[in-house]
C-alpha cells in the first residue's frame, strides 16, 4: 500500500490551525496570570480622574505625534517600491500606505487587513498583482527589523524588562534573544535568490543597501512608536526612563506579534502593566497612559485610515469591482481582500458612528457631575443665563444627533445640512457652558470630516423601518434612557429639590430641567424626520408618454408583460439614454418592476444596476416581479436573490394549427357555438360609446359575481383608455354582449401575445371562453408572433424538493392545501389541457429582505392597497 503523500501536509496543517487558535489564548492566560495582582488593583475612576486632568491642548499635541509616526511607516513602502520603480506618486503611495497600517495595526497584525488593502490599492494604480505581492511580502519582512534593533540596543545595555520572578525573566530573556535573531536572519536569507523566488525576475534580490535602508527605516518607525507610549505615560503622570521603557515596550511588542492578536489586545497592555508597575510606575497612571497610547497610536488612526481609505477607494470602484473579479478565483487573494471590499462604503459609517458620539458626548457632559467642575469655573465669567441655556441646548443637541446619525448613515443630504449646523452650534455651546475644550475640538473635527465627503450625501429618503434604522433607533433610545437614569438618580438622592433653582451648584436642578431638553430633542428630532425626509411624489404616466413606450416597444421589443406597462399605473425608469426602460409599482419602501427591464440587450445589466441606485437614493428596496428563466443569470450576477413565484404557461405559434387531439376542446368550442346562438367577432379600436357600455356591463356583472374588486400592476383593468391599446375578442348571443376578452399584442420580432382581461355574464355558456381561447391563438398566429402567454399558474412546481429553500417549501405547501383561499391547482389545471411550455417566473430581490413581507407588498401592490388586499 502506498502512502499518501499529502496526510502528512493535511496533518500539519490542522496542527497549524490548532496551534493559530491554542497560541494567542495561551499567551492570553499567561499575561493574566502575570498581571493578576496589577489587574485588580486597577480602577477605573482612578483612570477616569487621572484622563480628565490631562490638559486638552497638550493630549491632541500627542495625538498629532502619534498620527505622524503612524505616516512615517509609509516610507517603508515608498522606499520599496522606488525599488519596484512602481509609477506611482508619492502622496497617493504614502496615503495607501497610513490606510493599511493603520488597519494593520488595530485589526490584525498578522496582515492580512494591511495587505488585502494594499493590493487592492495598487492595482487600481495599474500595478500588477505579481508586483504588487512582492511590496506586500518585503514590507512585511521589513517591517519587524527595525523591533529586532531595538531589542539587540536593550540587551547591549543590559536593560532586560523587569519581571515578577527568575522563571518569568528567563521566558522574558528567551523571547528578546528569538526577537534579537531576526535582524541576522533577514538579511542572511534575504540575500538568496532561491527563497526570493516572488520577486520579480528582472530585479533580482533586494541589495544590502536597500536592506540597510529598509532596517534604519524601520528602526525609527519602532522609536516612534515607544516615543508615543512614553509621552503618554509622561502625561498619566507615569515617570520612567526612556530606556527601561524600550526594553519593556520590545519585549510586549515582540510578544504582542507573536500572539496574532489585533493590535497585541491584552498580550502587549498586560505585559507592559505588570513590566511598568515593577518598576515602581503607579498601576493608576501607568493604565491611563495605556488607555491613551490605544487612543491615540490605534484608535484615532484606525478612524482617519477608515476616512481616507473610503473615499480614496469609492473613487475607483468601478476598478476595484473588476479585480475583485479576477482575483475571485485565487483563496488567498480572495482572502487579502475582503476587508477592502468592505472598506470603500464603510467611511460614512464610520462618520454616522462618529456623529452618533458625539451626541453622546454632549449628554455625558451635561451629566456626570465630574465633568461638572468647569461650569464652577465658568460661572466666574459667564452670565448664569447663558450657562444655563448653553447647558439645556446641548442637550437638545445631543439628543438631536443621536437621531440624526441615522440620516448620515443613509447618506441623507437633509441630515448631512442639519447635522452641519448642530455641530458647529454645539462647540459653541460647549465653550459658553464651562470651556470644554476637548469637546469643541472633537465636535468640529466631525464637522470637517463630514464636509470632506460632502459629495456622498445625495439620498433623498431612507426606509425608517428597515432592520438597519430601527438598530439606531435602538441605540437613540438606550443613550436617553441611559440619560434619563442618571438624571433621576441624582434627582432622587437630593434631600431637597428645586426645579427652578440656578447656579453654579445646582447640578441637580439643571440635570432635571436636562430630561426636559431631552424631551424636546426627541420631539423635533420626529418632526425633523415627519417633515425633512419626504420621499418625492413620483409621477405616473401620461397619454404622451404612454404612446413614446408603446414606440419604444416596438423598436426594442417587449417582454410577456410589455403590454401591461401601458396600463398607467406605473412609474417608468428609463435608462442608458432612453435606451431601456423599466416600469415599476411602488408600495412602501419598495419599488417592484413589472418582469426584466426591455430595450437594448447590452444596456440591461446596467440599467438593473442604475434602478438599484435610483431605489437606494430613494429610501426603497429594489425588486424585480415576475422575472422569467432567460434572465436569471444576470439578476444572479447583479447579487439579487431569486425567489420562484410559479410557472408561466407559453404556446409556441409556429406550429399550431387546430388539427389533431390537443386542440379538440377549442374545436368543439367552435362547432359548438353555432347551436348555442354564440357569434364571435373581433373587435378594434377606436371602440364607440354603446360597446363601451356594454363592456362595462359585463365587466362590473362579472365583479359582481365573484364578489372582486378591480385589479392592477400585473393584471389588466377595466379602463376605456387601456382597451384601446389592444383589439378585443368579443361573444355574443343574439346579438347581446355576453363575454368578452382584451388582447394584448406582443412587440418584437419574439413578440408574445397573451389575454388580459376575461369577463362574462353569470349565466353565459361554459364554452365561451374555450371559444375566446381559440379565435384568439388564431389571430395570434395570423399576427405573425411567437408564443401565446396563457398567464401564470401561481406556486406551481415551487418547492417541490426537500432541498428547496425554506420559503419556497412553505410555498409548496399553500400550493397543495391553500385551495381554500385560491384555485392554485385548478389553475394549473386547466392551462395544462392546452399542453404549453412552462416557464419559470421569478422575484428578484437584494439580499436580506423578508420574502414573505415583499410578498405582501406586491399582492398589495396588485389589489391597489392594503384595505382592498383584505376587504375586497
Known amino acids: 500500500m502506498q502512502p499518501n503523500p499529502a496526510a502528512p501536509a493535511a496533518h500539519r496543517s490542522s496542527w497549524l490551525r490548532v496551534l493559530r487558535w491554542l497560541l494567542p489564548l495561551a499567551l492570553l492566560a499567561v499575561t493574566f496570570v502575570l498581571a493578576g495582582r496589577e489587574l485588580s488593583a486597577f480602577d477605573l475612576r482612578s483612570l477616569q480622574r487621572t484622563l480628565i486632568r490631562i490638559p486638552t491642548l497638550d493630549a491632541a499635541g500627542v495625538a498629532a505625534f502619534a498620527l505622524a509616526a503612524v505616516a512615517y511607516t509609509g516610507l517603508i513602502d515608498l522606499a520599496i517600491a522606488r525599488w519596484l520603480k512602481f509609477p506611482v506618486a508619492t502622496l497617493p503611495l504614502l496615503r495607501l500606505s497610513f490606510v493599511a497600517n493603520a488597519l494593520a495595526n488595530t485589526l490584525n497584525l498578522s496582515g492580512a487587513v494591511g495587505s488585502g488593502v494594499r493590493l487592492l490599492g495598487l492595482k487600481s494604480h495599474g500595478i500588477t498583482l505579481r508586483n504588487g505581492a512582492a511590496l506586500v511580502g518585503l514590507q512585511i519582512l521589513s517591517l519587524p527589523l527595525g523591533l529586532s534593533v531595538l531589542v539587540i540596543i536593550a540587551l547591549a545595555s543590559g536593560h532586560l524588562p523587569a519581571t515578577p520572578n527568575h522563571a518569568s525573566r528567563v521566558l522574558a530573556l528567551l523571547v528578546l534573544l528569538a526577537a534579537a535573531l531576526y535582524l541576522p536572519l533577514y538579511f542572511v536569507l534575504t540575500g538568496r535568490r532561491r527563497l526570493m523566488g516572488w520577486l520579480p525576475a528582472d530585479l533580482g534580490v533586494p541589495p544590502l543597501a536597500l536592506r540597510a535602508h529598509l532596517a534604519l527605516l524601520s528602526l525609527i518607525d519602532w522609536v516612534l512608536a515607544a516615543a508615543t507610549l512614553w509621552l503618554c505615560l509622561y502625561l498619566a503622570g507615569a515617570q520612567i526612563s526612556p530606556l527601561e521603557l524600550l526594553a519593556a515596550f520590545g519585549a510586549a511588542a515582540t510578544l504582542g506579534l507573536v500572539s496574532m492578536i489585533p493590535g497585541g489586545l491584552g498580550v502587549f497592555d498586560g505585559l507592559l502593566l505588570l513590566a511598568l508597575s515593577i518598576a515602581g510606575v503607579p498601576v493608576g497612571a501607568a493604565g491611563a497612559g495605556l488607555f491613551l497610547f490605544r487612543v491615540v497610536y490605534y484608535l484615532l488612526p484606525m478612524l482617519l485610515a477608515l476616512w481616507l481609505g473610503a473615499g480614496m477607494l469609492a473613487q475607483r470602484m468601478p476598478a476595484l469591482t473588476r479585480l475583485r473579479e479576477r482575483m475571485a478565483a485565487h483563496p488567498l487573494i480572495e482572502l487579502l481582500v475582503v476587508p477592502a471590499g ?116 445625495s439620498q433623498r429618503a431612507v426606509a425608517m423601518t428597515s432592520a438597519v434604522s430601527l438598530g439606531w433607533l435602538l441605540g437613540l ?28 451648584y445646582a447640578h441637580a436642578s439643571r440635570l432635571a430641567r436636562g430630561l426636559a431638553a431631552a424631551l424636546l430633542g426627541l420631539a423635533l428630532y420626529l418632526a425633523w424626520h415627519a417633515f425633512a425626509i419626504r420621499r418625492p411624489k413620483l409621477p405616473l404616466p401620461d397619454h404622451a408618454e404612454l404612446e413614446r413606450v408603446r414606440a419604444f416597444y416596438a423598436q426594442y421589443g417587449g417582454g410577456a408583460f410589455a403590454h401591461l406597462n401601458l396600463m398607467g399605473d406605473k412609474h417608468l425608469f428609463w435608462g442608458a439614454g432612453h435606451r431601456t426602460l423599466i416600469a415599476y409599482g411602488s408600495v412602501r419602501h419598495r419599488l417592484i418592476a413589472l418582469g426584466a427591464p426591455c430595450g437594448d440587450p447590452a444596456a440591461q445589466a446596467q440599467a438593473i444596476l442604475d434602478f438599484r441606485r435610483y431605489a437606494d437614493s430613494m429610501g426603497c428596496a429594489p425588486a424585480f416581479y415576475a422575472v422569467l428563466e432567460p434572465d436569471l443569470a444576470r439578476f444572479h450576477d447583479l447579487g439579487f436573490d431569486l425567489f420562484k413565484l410559479g410557472e408561466l404557461a407559453l404556446i409556441p405559434l409556429a406550429d399550431f394549427s387546430m388539427s389533431g387531439k390537443r386542440w379538440e376542446d377549442l374545436r368543439q368550442a367552435i362547432n359548438r357555438a353555432p347551436r348555442e346562438k354564440l357569434e364571435f367577432r373581433l373587435a378594434e379600436a377606436p371602440y364607440d360609446s354603446a360597446l363601451l357600455a356594454a363592456l362595462e356591463r359585463v365587466s362590473d356583472a362579472w ?170
Open 703 to 872: 365583479l359582481a359575481d365573484k364578489g372582486v374588486a378591480e385589479k392592477g400592476y400585473s393584471l389588466g383593468r377595466f379602463d376605456a383608455a387601456y382597451l384601446a391599446r389592444g383589439p378585443l375578442a368579443l361573444v355574443y348571443r343574439e346579438d347581446e354582449l355576453i363575454a368578452f376578452a382584451s388582447l394584448m399584442p406582443g412587440y418584437g420580432a419574439q413578440g408574445v401575445a397573451a389575454i388580459d382581461l376575461m369577463r362574462h355574464l353569470p349565466d353565459a355558456p361554459r364554452g365561451s371562453m374555450d371559444l375566446v381561447f381559440a379565435h384568439a391563438l388564431n389571430w395570434a398566429k395570423q399576427q405573425g408572433y411567437a408564443s401565446f402567454s396563457l398567464g401564470m399558474a401561481p406556486l406551481s412546481n415551487v418547492g417541490t424538493t426537500p432541498y428547496a429553500r425554506l420559503n419556497e417549501r412553505l410555498a409548496a405547501l399553500a400550493f397543495r392545501h391553500g385551495n381554500r383561499f385560491y384555485n392554485y391547482q385548478g389553475v394549473r389545471r386547466y392551462k395544462e389541457k392546452f399542453r404549453p411550455e412552462w416557464v419559470g417566473a421569478y422575484l428578484a430581490y437584494p439580499r436580506g429582505l423578508w420574502v414573505p413581507a415583499l410578498l405582501t407588498d406586491i399582492a398589495a401592490l396588485v389589489a391597489g392597497g392594503y384595505r382592498r388586499m383584505l376587504l375586497p
Open 342 to 457: 468592505y472598506l470603500a462604503n464603510f467611511g460614512i459609517r464610520v462618520l454616522a458612528l462618529l456623529t452618533f458620539a458625539a451626541g453622546v458626548l454632549l449628554l455625558i457632559s451635561a451629566a456626570l457631575p465630574s465633568l461638572h467642575q468647569r461650569f464652577v469655573h465658568a460661572a466666574g465669567f459667564i452670565s448664569m443665563p447663558v450657562l444655563e441655556g448653553s447647558h439645556w441646548l446641548s442637550i437638545v443637541i445631543g439628543v438631536l444627533l443621536l437621531g440624526l446619525a441615522r440620516g448620515i448613515d443613509g447618506r441623507l443630504r437633509v441630515a448631512y445640512r442639519a447635522v452641519q449646523w448642530l455641530l458647529w452650534l454645539a462647540a459653541l455651546l460647549v465653550l459658553l457652558k464651562g470651556l470644554h475644550w476637548g469637546e469643541a475640538l472633537f465636535l468640529l473635527a466631525v464637522s470637517l470630516l463630514l464636509r470632506a465627503r460632502r459629495q456622498d450625501f
Open 477 to 504: 433610545l438606550l443613550v436617553v434612557a441611559a440619560f434619563f437614569a442618571v438624571g433621576v438618580a441624582d434627582i432622587l438622592g437630593q434631600d431637597s429639590f428645586d426645579l427652578l433653582a440656578t447656579g453654579a
